[in-house]
């Protein structure tokens, strides 16, 4: 047996999340699943190194495969790309001890959120931006995230509610702006279920005056996600880089 780990890109606008589901085959897990199963001539599932929400994006998502023997350099870059829709393209391969996962070898991962603050929405980058057209206050958006940045229980900052452990730590929110066009950088341990687009709709709560800037510490102590900020939508959000 022989495991493989995968970085993956995909446009995330035409599916129902990673994860596959019973009542749906569009999924980016099972249409993955399908596509190398079909080239190997056997089943076989693959592991991703997290659930991203229907919607969301990724330049450089992580998975690992394990295949009956060794397979040709291209098997992945080749054969398996030029079988898979044109919007899910896997960008390398590489063959990994047994035993190495996606999901739980893996130490860290950055996120990347896209706004776009233009009047009209940029045609060309629109399904990859929220278009949020308002003035925004980088710097308070930047003093805001340093509260967020350390080790704490972030119960308050998630849509789910029987987590096995809310604590997760964040070693640095980023925000550039140029012209138009912002993007805030998420690094860390991990991030629980809408983490990530609770957080952005928090700190752009922040930016447009909608809250304090100590408003944002509320949440850690209360655990209450009704003291934290909107949830930004998917299309704005792509999982980056996963470490290990």
């Known amino acids: 047996m022989r495991t493989y780990k995968l970085t993956i890109a995909y446009d995330g606008t035409a599916y129902q999340g990673w994860q596959r589901q019973a009542n749906t085959e569009n999924t980016l897990q099972g249409t993955l699943e399908r596509t190398i199963s079909s080239v190997a001539g056997y089943p ?16 450089g998502q992580t998975a690992t495969v394990v295949l009956s023997g060794r397979v040709e350099d291209e098997f992945f870059t080749e054969k398996i790309n030029s079988r898979l829709p044109e919007d899910i393209r896997i960008l390398d391969a590489e063959l990994v001890r047994n035993g190495f996962h996606a999901r739980k070898s893996a130490v860290g991962k950055k996120y990347i959120y896209q706004l776009d603050l233009a009047e009209k929405p940029d045609v060309f980058t629109r399904r990859y931006t929220y278009h949020f057209p308002q003035r925004l206050d980088l710097d308070a958006m930047r003093k805001a995230a340093q509260l967020l940045i350390g080790t704490y229980e972030f119960a308050g900052y998630t849509d789910k509610k029987d987590e096995k452990s809310t604590k997760r730590t964040i070693y640095a929110i980023m925000i550039c702006g140029q012209g138009s066009k912002v993007s805030i950088q998420y690094e860390g341990t991990g991030f629980l279920y809408h983490m990530v687009r609770i957080l952005t709709g928090t700190l752009l709560e922040v930016g447009t005056g909608a809250r304090s800037i100590e408003s944002v510490k509320e949440p850690l102590k209360s655990k209450d996600r009704s003291q934290a900020g909107f949830l930004a939508p998917a299309r704005g959000l792509f999982l980056d880089e996963v470490y290990y």
Do not use: C, K, L, Q
Not at 44 to 59: Q, W
């Open 44 to 59: 076989v599932e693959i592991d991703g190194s997290g659930r991203t929400d229907a919607g969301v994006h990724a330049n």
